[in-house]
T-cell receptor, first 115, second 109 residues
């Protein structure tokens, strides 16, 4: 059973251009939604956890700038700008609400390649 | 240094043999998760552990929070077990999940 739907799955991004990613939650039992990046060396890194509609956060990492938005209870978005190195962005969901964020379930990922 | 250190970084196994992967933590980890990433990039959650052990088929995992490590045992390795195994620990001080660099496993026929 698919818990998360990410799109686009792949995108070629001209240098200097921003790209918008979307993640849709299919099961409301796992309302804590997060973004993770995986770099070209396969290192996975937490970016954001956004729990409530209207939550927004920004972050700059080596090779990209990010703006994450929790649009609704079921939709999470990520804008990736100033990307200089390719990467894959994964959306996750979990039950949350306890001492930690809970068991993580990953979407299929959005693979970004810089042109 | 790495807060979550996985070993080995790569491993080749003959089909039908057993192996153990390890994760050492230098953070206050309260829970541990193990994932398998297949060659297409899909990440599957294998285990979510509080201190203790869990078993699922040919896989068994243990988490010792006092000694700050976790292990993943693979019994009777199959070709479909090939991929990259990641462990991840929840850092209570930072309130986030931190991943190791992964163990690339290749099961040989």
């Amino acid at each position: 059973v698919t818990l998360l739907e990410q799109n686009p799955r792949w995108r070629l991004v001209p240098r200097g251009q921003a790209v918008n990613l979307r993640c849709i939650l299919k099961n409301s039992q796992y309302p804590w939604m997060s973004w993770y990046q995986q770099d070209l060396q396969k290192q996975l890194q937490w970016l954001f956890t956004l729990r409530s509609p209207g939550d927004k956060e920004v972050k700059s990492l080596p090779g990209a700038d990010y703006l994450a938005t929790r649009v609704t209870d079921t939709e999470l978005r990520l804008q990736v700008a100033n990307m200089s190195q390719g990467r894959t962005l994964y959306c996750t969901c979990s039950a949350g609400g306890g001492a930690d964020t809970g068991q993580l379930y990953f979407g299929e990922g959005s693979k970004l390649t810089v042109l | 240094g790495d807060k979550v250190k996985q070993s080995p970084s790569a491993l080749s196994l003959q089909e039908g043999t057993n192996s153990a992967l390890r994760c050492n933590f230098s953070i206050a980890a309260t829970t541990v998760q193990w994932f398998l990433q297949n060659p297409r990039g899909s990440l599957m959650n294998l285990f979510y552990l509080v201190p203790g052990t869990k078993e699922n088929g040919r896989l068994k995992s243990a988490f010792d929070s006092k000694e700050s490590y976790s292990t993943l045992h693979i019994r009777d390795a199959q070709l479909e077990d090939s991929g990259t195994y990641f462990c991840a620990a929840f850092d209570t001080n930072a309130y986030k999940v931190i991943f190791g660099k992964g163990t690339h496993l290749h099961v040989l026929p």
